[in-house]
């Protein structure tokens, strides 16, 4: 999690696919800044190995994505857990693609984490509606708080809250999604 | 120094230095490929667009590629069995994005852990299954136990108290045989005195059927006494008829010896004997009127008694006749007597032989007693060793239960 400012970048509301087979690799180091971009990202994110290296994750962030998923996936990660999540990025043109996103801590062989690593697959086109559309709710209830950290802290709440409606764990709930 | 060596020495320099890149990157790629055989997949070659040449950097990629798709589906496999382990079969190995070798081996994997799902969910149901059936097993052995136990219980406390009572009934059966062998005595003795009551009975009817002819001999004897009597009295009036006569003719011989005296003083000395005579005449007069005197006397005195006779004799007769009438009654009663008295004694007779039968009952019944008294202190002690075995299987089975619902003993 770097404090870099995003590039703004406009939008063009034009969406790109990853393919079936692909595979969308990256690696960080423990505070998100970005340390290994496979081709396959470069590529569809539109930016070079030069600009990606050493640059802030954030820096493919969409304002659409709320900001309690990336405290959750921050939360769990950092506490060694793997996290699945349906992120939609932003291109350097202004162009936008939904991704599957699992990322993991890397361990050392102390059991220390040592960096992240997010591999990203195609999404099925129904589980882009369903994360749309809670994406949507989500950043309603962020929108009413002016600070980032509240926003985050209550879009989080709301989603445990209809985690808790549906009586499902995140996991669960996700590989409903 | 001419244009074309120069071209050249600028040839040589540019692949002399494409060359050290080259070595660079042979260099890079051996220590990625090392760490990667060493296990380590971290190691990526970066900053490949510095290569500076398309195809050098198409190879760089492809090694990375290569390494990305191992670190995937080592990822992915360590985190999805991690998950089968703990339970969490929702997680499975993403296949997306894995190719030929890797997604085969991948749904190998799913494969496995879809087992692993069905066999945890059979293992839990099975293990629901014989929790329930422990739990129902606990119930009711529960409930056998404490039936067993109550039962015990009861059963020493009735054992107990039948025991008393069996006590009670022993003794109660003891005085029974007693008296009932005392009551057929009793009842032999009345038998026996039945008996001579009949026999009594048939002496007092001959007796009285005796007295009863005596009587009615002595109405007859009495009735020819009567006329005796009767007889008797008209005998004595006759004879006082006679007196009368004896009488008068005492009177005139009386007259006739006083003329004679007169007539023989007259004669003097001539009749002085005759005056003797005369004297003596008129003495016998005397001595015969004061004689017949005396006999009506007495014959109206037996008139009198012979009366009275007849009139006794007729109380008598009647009163004897009122005891033959009465005696024929008691002769009549006592013959109804001696029926019902030989009908007593019949069942006297049976009632006998009934208390007999009564008293080897309670001979039985007393034997059977002590008998019921044995058979209650065994059920007595049955009991105490139910209650102690209801008790030692609650033990076993509640070790049972432990051990297939896999508690630890906690020893
Ligand atoms: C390994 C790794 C991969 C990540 N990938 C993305 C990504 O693809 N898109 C994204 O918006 N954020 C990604 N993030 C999260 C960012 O670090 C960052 O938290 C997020 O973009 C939100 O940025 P902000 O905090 O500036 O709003 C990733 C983080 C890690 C550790």
């Known amino acids: ?177 | 120094m001419n244009t074309a060596t120069e071209g050249h020495d600028v040839r040589i320099r540019e692949l002399e230095e494409r060359v050290q890149r080259y070595e660079t990157w042979v260099e890079r790629i051996t220590k990625v490929c090392e760490d990667a055989v060493a296990g380590e997949l971290e190691s990526r070659l970066v900053h490949v667009d510095r290569a500076g040449d398309p195809q050098l950097e198409r190879m760089l990629d492809s090694i990375n590629n290569a390494l990305d798709a191992v670190d995937a589906y080592v990822r992915e496999s360590r985190v999805s069995l991690d998950a089968a382990s703990q339970g969490k079969f929702f997680r499975r190995f993403v296949l997306k994005g894995l190719r030929g070798t890797y997604r085969h081996a991948a749904e190998t994997i799913n494969g496995a852990s879809q087992t692993m799902a069905q066999r945890t969910h059979e293992l839990a149901e099975a293990s629901r299954c014989r929790d329930r059936v422990a739990n129902e097993f606990e119930a009711f052995l529960q409930h056998v136990v404490e039936s067993v136990a109550k039962a015990a219980h009861d059963m020493r406390e009735s054992s107990a108290h039948i025991g008393s009572s069996v006590d009670g009934s022993a003794k109660e059966a003891v005085s029974a045989e007693t008296a009932a062998q005392q009551l057929a005595g009793e009842v032999q003795s009345v038998a026996a005195a039945t008996e001579q009551l009949s026999a009594t009975a048939g002496e007092i009817n001959r007796q009285i059927t005796e007295s009863s002819n005596v009587a009615r001999g002595a109405v007859e004897e009495a009735q020819r006494t009567q006329s005796t009597i009767g007889d008797l009295a008209k005998l004595s009036q006759t004879i006082g008829g006679v007196l009368r006569l004896i009488s008068e003719v005492a009177q005139q011989t009386n007259l006739l010896a006083l003329n004679a005296t007169i007539e023989a003083a007259r004669a003097g000395e001539a009749g002085k004997g005759f005056a003797v005579v005369a004297s003596e005449v008129k003495n016998l007069a005397k001595q015969t009127s004061k004689s017949t005197e005396e006999i009506t006397r007495h014959i109206n005195a037996i008139q009198t008694t012979t009366k009275a006779s007849v009139d006794a004799i007729g109380r008598i007769s009647q009163t004897i006749e009122v005891i033959s009438a009465t005696a024929q009654h008691i002769a009549t009663n006592v013959e109804q007597q001696v029926v019902a008295t030989r009908d007593i004694s019949a069942s006297i007779q049976r009632a006998a032989e009934r208390t007999d039968t009564v008293a080897r009952g309670m001979g039985y019944v007393s034997s059977a007693t002590h008998a019921t008294a044995d058979s209650i202190s065994e059920l007595d002690r049955a009991a105490q060793s139910l209650e102690t075995h209801s008790q030692s299987l609650r033990a076993e089975a509640q070790r049972f239960l432990a051990t297939i619902r896999c508690e630890t003993s906690g020893t």
């Open chain 1, 1 to 177: 999690m770097q404090g870099n400012l995003v590039r703004s970048v406009r939008l063009t509301g034009r969406e790109r696919f990853l393919g079936a087979d692909e595979l969308i690799v990256t690696k960080t180091d423990l505070q998100g800044r970005i340390t290994y971009a496979n081709r396959v990202f470069r590529r569809i994110s539109e930016y070079s190995e030069a600009e990606l290296l050493g640059a802030p994750h954030n820096i493919v962030r969409h304002p659409d994505m709320p900001r309690c998923v990336f405290k959750l996936l921050w939360d769990t990660i950092s506490s060694g857990r793997e996290i699945f999540a349906y992120v939609v990025n932003v291109a350097s043109n202004g162009d936008h693609y939904w991704v599957l996103a699992h990322v993991t801590p890397t361990f050392d062989d102390k059991g220390a984490i040592i960096g992240y690593h997010s591999n990203r697959r195609m999404p099925e086109r129904s589980s882009i509606d369903n994360a749309r559309a809670l994406y949507a709710q989500l950043n309603a209830e962020e929108k009413r708080h002016s600070s980032p950290a509240r926003a985050a802290e209550a879009g989080l709440a709301k989603l445990n809250a209809l985690l808790s409606q549906a009586g499902q764990t995140y996991e669960q709930f996700f590989f409903t999604l």
